[in-house]
């Protein structure tokens, strides 16, 4: 594995939960914060606008020992997931619910993240199907009012944050239930509906 700077460093921890794969994240930053919750080697992107370097190093990063992704939960994280899931499908995703990423002052970002948080998202690691199934309907996200209605927001970051999927518009939803595998009775239960 070449040696770029873009590693964070390996801090042996006692009583830390141990991750063999790599965790791919934004900055400097959000690598300290990580390490205070887990024992884990980083990489980072050092922005949203990565480069095709970094995409090599994650690439070999998860042919050796496999990659976490864990972005911050905003437009810029998104573009990094999405642009890593590109060149990499098969890599891991962790989320960080919004709500549980921001300061005291707005500000979202993994570094906000408490060491509690960062370790359940870890913990909650979802990986994409190998191929494109379709596992759940867009008229179903409808009826259920997750797309259209004036609580579809809210359903949506309810149903987001039970699954571990991160924030989501209706579009994104679809798509992310999709590459999950997520099927209708997984989000009524996600959602609390009772079985009919």
């Known amino acids: 594995m070449p040696q770029n700077g873009c590693f964070g460093a390996s801090l042996k921890k006692v009583n830390f939960m141990k991750i063999n794969e790599f965790v791919v994240v934004e900055g400097r930053d959000d690598t300290v914060n990580v390490k ?4 884990c080697d980083t990489i980072e992107t050092n922005g949203s606008a990565v480069s095709k370097e970094i995409l090599e190093v994650i690439k070999q990063a998860h042919e050796k ?4 992704v864990l972005t911050d939960p905003d437009f810029p994280g998104d573009k990094i997931r999405n642009t890593i899931k590109q060149y990499v499908p098969s890599v891991k995703h962790a989320f960080i619910p919004r709500d549980k990423a921001k ?9 906000h993240a408490s060491v509690e948080t960062v370790k359940e998202a870890l913990t909650n690691v979802s990986s994409p199907l190998e191929a494109d199934v379709e596992t759940i309907d867009k008229a179903v996200l409808i009826d259920l009012g997750l797309i259209i209605g ?6 949506r970051e309810k149903l987001c944050s039970k699954l571990n999927i991160g924030h989501s518009n209706g579009k994104q939803l679809l798509n992310k239930l999709n590459a999950f595998g997520y099927t ?4 009524k239960e996600a959602l ?5």
């Open 184 to 187: 209708e009775k997984d989000v």
């Open 65 to 68: 020992r496999g990659v976490i």
């Open 36 to 39: 205070r919750a887990v024992d």
């Open 192 to 196: 609390g509906y009772k079985e009919e």
């Open 150 to 155: 004036p609580e579809a927001r809210r359903k």
């Open 103 to 111: 300061n005291k002052r707005g500000k979202i970002g993994v570094e």
